[in-house]
């Protein structure tokens, strides 16, 4: 199957830094999401980007499809941007989602 | 907004009991899905649904079934409970078969003693 790496695996931040996260996938995809999980456990959809670029206040993503890999960029991070942050990729063969192993994301005031 | 509700947040249950976990989504999603979170594993896909009373097996369905008799719902069932099932459960639903945005649940802590 479909195999999504993400990177860095963890990250810390002081309050105020940018940073940005990638994720590489190894085949084609339909759908490619962003999430942030809370520390309730619940996934927050962040972006719907299985192409191009996309800006939302301080973050942004661009999903360059054909060179297989996603960026997330959060600027100017806040405490709490912290948590773990998912990409997650929809193969062109099926309809499941698959998830990288997440980055995880703390932001010291 | 798009809103799926799992039925409950935290539950314990005893090793051997039958166990529901409902999921509901409330925009005519065709497809549902359930994973598990790991630590050290991430989300893995349990099972998913992409039409009513049609299922089909994810990467980990051992110990797990599923029900979907009305689109709006979709049930995981462990028909044993066990403490290896102790795990955060993420149900998501995705309108269409291909793309189209999924949209979570906000999980079920499951602890099995």
């Known amino acids: 199957g479909i195999q999504v790496e993400q990177s860095p695996p963890d990250l810390i931040l002081q309050e105020g830094a940018n940073s940005t996260l990638r994720c590489n996938f190894s085949d084609s995809v339909n759908n490619l999401q962003w999430f942030h999980q809370n520390p309730w456990g619940q996934l927050i959809n962040l972006f719907y980007?299985?192409?191009g670029t996309k800006q939302n206040g301080r973050l942004s993503a661009t999903t360059v499809a054909t060179e297989r890999y996603s960026l997330l960029y959060i600027s100017s991070s806040q405490t709490t941007d912290s948590g773990v942050y998912f990409c997650?990729?929809?193969?062109?063969?099926?309809?499941?989602?698959?998830f990288g192993g997440g980055t995880r994301l703390m932001v010291k005031p | 907004d798009v809103k799926v509700t799992q039925s409950s947040r935290y539950l314990v249950k005893r090793t051997g009991e039958k166990v529901f976990l409902e999921c509901v989504q409330d925009m005519d999603h065709e497809n549902m899905f359930w994973y598990r979170q790991d630590p050290g594993l991430g989300l893995r896909l349990i099972y998913f649904?992409?039409?009513?009373?049609?299922?089909e097996k994810g990467d980990i369905p051992e110990g797990y079934s599923v029900s979907r008799e009305k689109k709006e719902r979709f049930s995981l069932i462990l028909e044993s409970a066990s403490t290896n099932q102790t795990s955060m459960y993420l149900c998501a639903s995705i309108y269409g078969r291909m793309n189209t945005e999924a949209f979570f649940g906000q999980g079920t802590r499951l602890t099995v003693v």
């Open positions: 997650a990729v929809e193969p062109n063969a099926g309809n499941m989602l698959t």
């Open positions: 649904s992409y039409d009513v009373k049609m299922k």
């Open positions: 980007i299985p192409s």
